[in-house]
């Protein structure tokens, strides 16, 4: 074989007959856990559970038939945000526009930002 070179062929792979018992060093791990991992993936204390109050839906009715109102999913709408008065909607109208606002100024900040550096990287 020439130089540095390494030449792998399948044909004289050894795979050997008992491998390696695997293991962790659980001691190590376990000392460094200072939280639930539901904390860890959440990002924090988790909130209270939901669950136990929850009423499912059902769009049926005694007879099995699908009701009227579920196939505009009218029914749905109450349930999950209740009826809105007009107010309630233009509050919410207006906070939506508020925040969707805010993240195109943030949008154009970190271009410019973007633009300022690759500016002065070129010149």
């Known amino acids: 074989m020439p130089g540095n070179a390494l ?10 007959e008992e491998l390696p018992e695997m293991r962790r ?5 376990e000392s460094k856990r200072s939280v639930a991992w539901s904390e860890v993936v959440n990002g924090g204390p988790l909130p209270p559970n939901p669950y ?9 009715d005694e ?3 699908l009701r009227p109102s ?10 999950v945000s209740g009826p809105m008065s007009p107010e309630d ?8 526009a508020k925040m969707e606002a805010e993240r195109r100024r943030n ?5 410019g930002k ?4 690759l500016s002065s990287l070129c010149i």
């Open 70 to 79: 579920a196939h505009d999913t009218s029914d749905q709408q109450e349930r």
């Open 89 to 96: 909607r233009a509050d919410r109208d207006r906070q939506i």
């Open 63 to 65: 007879r099995g038939y």
């Open 25 to 29: 060093a659980k001691n190590l791990v």
């Open 114 to 117: 973007r633009e300022e550096v």
């Open 7 to 16: 030449y792998l062929s399948r044909s004289s792979f050894y795979l050997p």
């Open 107 to 111: 949008e154009v900040r970190k271009k």
């Open 52 to 60: 136990p109050g929850y009423r499912p839906h059902d769009s049926f």
